[in-house]
């Protein structure tokens, strides 16, 4: 198949499942094309099989807000069109679904049949999509894609719940290539990041106020206070300069890493004994999944799509938004005892592996051959 694929290119877990999943697709042997105004942070290899094409907004002076919906609806004619494209997927509903809408009308009038296969991610249900400036057009451009998935159940009944919708909703989980990770590292890489002795506690986000930083950087305050540990904070976004202040007003700033944004996420998950997701909502929890794939334990809270990834006591802890407590004391049930530890870890790496790419990707395969039917 000629699939073209739509994302946003940054590291954000919609960006990254998309581009993953491009990448694995081509390898199966379809030709891929990604059209997106960068090109994403995970495609690595351009060939022939995957295809990296920008769209540019010319910016107008008249313009208070450039119109990249435009600019994306017609790059995405252009391209069907000039690479016989045969189904569109896009990632992220806004303004992606709208905009490979019009699309498809667009290529309608010349009598080119495309269907649009939509992927809903959890923050354009959740939080971008459902304000009341989007929901029409959010609600439309959903109803009006071929067919419609989600990464969780709990995706699917929170969108069912906040929108109105009339077209069947497909769950297909996020993936993980299990056969990638965990790659091996030096001891030396290690003790860059902490001592021999200390555990290494992670949290990986784009630091929105979604992800509660203050529960990660409180949680990790108390657990420093029973047992030697490092805490490495790794992403940007709008609160790291005040889980920075936080740290130094707790007096913990020699032990928090902050990293910034990183490509070698897989490099401190191996070395990490513990994952931190206290996130408000969460669709489903990608960078959990990433963790547990490299035998790292998480301890999180039990919203969304959450307990589909992070099993109970086999894989890590859940505990309710917001209750510090109760997640300190499931860490420290995980940090204690080395066998305990080893434990965790094994059930982590184990529940991970059941979100192999290997199962998942079959399933988009099939959505394919089904939308192709209904264009
Ligand atoms: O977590 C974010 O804020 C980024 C966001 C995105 O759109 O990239 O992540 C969402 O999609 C990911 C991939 O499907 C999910 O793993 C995340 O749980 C989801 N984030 C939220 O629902 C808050």
Redesign the pocket.
């Known amino acids: 198949m000629k699939i073209g694929i739509v994302c946003?290119p940054t590291f954000?877990?919609?960006?990254?499942?998309a581009t993953e999943l491009g990448m694995a697709l081509s390898k199966r042997g379809h030709e891929v094309h990604f059209i997106t105004y960068k090109q994403p942070v995970r495609l690595a290899l351009l060939g022939s099989k995957i295809h990296f094409h920008e769209v540019h907004v010319p910016k107008y002076p008249l313009f208070h807000y450039q119109p990249y919906e435009l600019a994306l609806s017609s790059k995405l004619v252009d391209m069907v069109k000039l690479h016989q494209i045969e189904i569109l997927h896009v990632h992220?509903a806004i303004p992606h679904a709208y905009a490979g809408y019009m699309a498809k009308k667009m290529l309608q009038e010349e009598g080119i049949m495309i269907p649009m296969v939509t992927t809903l991610?959890?923050?354009?249900i959740?939080?971008v999509g459902n304000h009341p400036f989007y929901k029409p057009a959010v609600t439309f451009s959903i109803n009006k894609s071929d067919i419609v998935t989600s990464?969780s159940q709990s995706l699917k009944e929170d969108t069912l719940r906040l929108f109105d919708i009339k077209t069947d909703i497909h769950v297909i989980p996020?993936f993980i290539d299990v056969h990638e990770a965990p790659k091996t590292y030096t001891d030396c890489q290690r003790s860059m990041m902490a001592n021999e002795g200390e555990r290494i506690v992670t949290h990986i986000?784009?630091f929105?106020k979604?992800k509660r930083i203050p529960d990660v950087i409180n949680v990790f305050y108390k657990i420093q206070q029973k047992i030697p540990a490092k805490l490495m904070m790794v992403g940007e976004g709008p609160e790291k300069q005040q889980a920075e202040y936080l740290c130094e007003e707790l007096g913990i700033e020699d032990k928090v890493m902050f990293l910034g944004k990183s490509n070698e996420i897989d490099r401190v998950l191996s070395f990490s004994d513990l994952f931190l997701l206290p996130?408000e909502?969460?669709?489903?929890?990608?960078?959990a999944l990433e963790a547990m794939v490299n035998r790292t334990p998480v301890v999180s809270s039990n919203t969304?799509?959450i307990p589909e990834v992070n099993k109970h006591g086999v894989s890590g802890f859940l505990s309710d938004v917001g209750d510090v407590d109760e997640m300190v004391e499931n860490a420290i049930k995980i940090l204690e005892e080395d066998d305990v530890l080893e434990r965790f870890k094994k059930g982590a790496r184990k529940e991970a592996e059941k979100f192999d790419i290997n199962h998942i990707l079959p399933l988009y395969e099939a959505i394919y051959e089904e939308a192709f039917k209904l264009a």
């Open positions: 946003y954000g877990g919609s960006g990254v499942v992220y991610h959890g923050t354009d959740t939080l990464v996020n986000s784009n929105r979604v996130s909502t969460e669709s489903f929890g990608l960078a969304g799509g």
